[in-house]
């Protein structure tokens, strides 16, 4: 079985870009795609919120049988954000997805995770650790980690490997309850061999970031990996099963 656990579609509301991304997946054997629209840099709006869950609903109601769709939403918003998960969960989210509106750390997003505990789903958090600094509420390893701890039974994807692979797998190395995933266009040498010596094969997730990556470069890194069959099965399909219930 073949899952990105890691996608955004940005539909401009046409469907092109949907069946783009679909046609694209389907081509080289994918069976689904876990999706999500977020906004980079953005902390207090409602309406940006919902515009994203809005551009996922679409994407997801034009290919159902395909799409995975997981929930955006702000944290910091209160309730507001609460009542965003809520309705996400109504029209077919089966996840969260987290950016950069607080780190997740934050107070505020404690009802978060607690929303995903109580669902049993999973939680992807951005992550990024940069020798340049971070931006301001950005999530990296270190915090990811830190949750881990505190909510061992909390399905937390920490998105990216963190960023930085040695530093983000380092961070999380002793947190076993804590998964990540190998999307983005980052691929250095042996990481996705290191990512599975450190933390087990069952820990890691492939995701692409499409569409700002590429799909057949991002399979690469794992299907022409030195990993075994089994642990490349894991990796590329079985973990996320597992995660969504599927």
Same mark, same amino acid.
């Given at each position: 079985?073949?899952?990105?656990?890691?996608?955004?579609?940005?539909?401009?509301?046409?469907?092109?870009?949907?069946?783009?991304?679909?046609?694209?997946?389907?081509?080289?054997?994918?069976?689904?795609?876990?999706? #999500?629209?977020?906004? +980079?840099?953005?902390?207090?709006?409602? =309406? @940006?919120?919902? %515009?994203?869950? *809005?551009?996922?609903?679409?994407?997801?109601?034009?290919?159902?049988?395909?799409?995975?769709?997981?929930?955006?939403?702000?944290?910091?918003?209160?309730?507001?954000?609460?009542?965003?998960?809520?309705?996400?969960?109504?029209?077919?989210?089966?996840?969260?997805?987290?950016?950069?509106?607080?780190?997740?750390?934050?107070?505020?997003?404690?009802?978060?995770?607690?929303?995903?505990?109580?669902?049993?789903?999973?939680?992807?958090?951005?992550?990024?650790?940069?020798?340049?600094?971070? #931006?301001?509420?950005? +999530?990296?390893?270190?915090?990811?980690? =830190? @949750?881990?701890? %505190?909510?061992? *039974?909390?399905?937390?994807?920490?998105?990216?490997?963190?960023?930085?692979?040695?530093?983000?797998?380092?961070?999380?190395?002793?947190?076993?309850?804590?998964?990540?995933?190998?999307?983005?266009?980052?691929?250095?040498?042996?990481?996705?061999?290191?990512?599975?010596?450190?933390?087990?094969?069952?820990?890691?997730?492939?995701?692409?970031?499409?569409?700002?990556?590429?799909?057949?470069?991002?399979?690469?890194?794992?299907?022409?990996?030195?990993?075994?069959?089994?642990?490349?099965?894991?990796?590329?399909?079985?973990?996320?099963?597992?995660?969504?219930?599927?």
């Amino acid at each position: 079985m073949l899952i990105d656990f890691h996608c955004h579609v940005h539909d401009d509301g046409t469907g092109a870009e949907t069946d783009a991304v679909a046609e694209e997946a389907r081509r080289i054997g994918l069976d689904y795609v876990v999706m #999500y629209e977020c906004v +980079t840099h953005s902390r207090e709006s409602l =309406e @940006i919120v919902q %515009r994203c869950n *809005e551009m996922c609903r679409f994407s997801y109601e034009r290919d159902p049988d395909f799409f995975i769709p997981f929930v955006y939403t702000h944290p910091n918003l209160g309730q507001a954000g609460i009542d965003e998960l809520k309705k996400g969960f109504d029209w077919g989210a089966r996840g969260i997805k987290l950016e950069i509106a607080s780190v997740i750390t934050d107070k505020c997003v404690e009802p978060v995770i607690e929303f995903a505990i109580e669902r049993d789903v999973p939680l992807v958090q951005h992550c990024w650790h940069k020798i340049t600094g971070n #931006y301001p509420w950005e +999530t990296e390893p270190l915090h990811c980690a =830190e @949750i881990g701890r %505190r909510y061992p *039974e909390l399905k937390l994807v920490m998105a990216h490997i963190g960023g930085d692979n040695r530093w983000g797998i380092r961070a999380i190395r002793d947190v076993p309850s804590v998964y990540t995933d190998c999307s983005g266009s980052i691929s250095d040498y042996g990481h996705i061999e290191d990512c599975v010596a450190q933390l087990g094969a069952e820990r890691l997730l492939w995701g692409t970031d499409a569409r700002g990556a590429d799909y057949l470069y991002t399979l690469a890194k794992v299907r022409d990996s030195h990993l075994s069959d089994e642990d490349k099965a894991k990796v590329l399909g079985g973990n996320a099963a597992r995660l969504l219930n599927l």
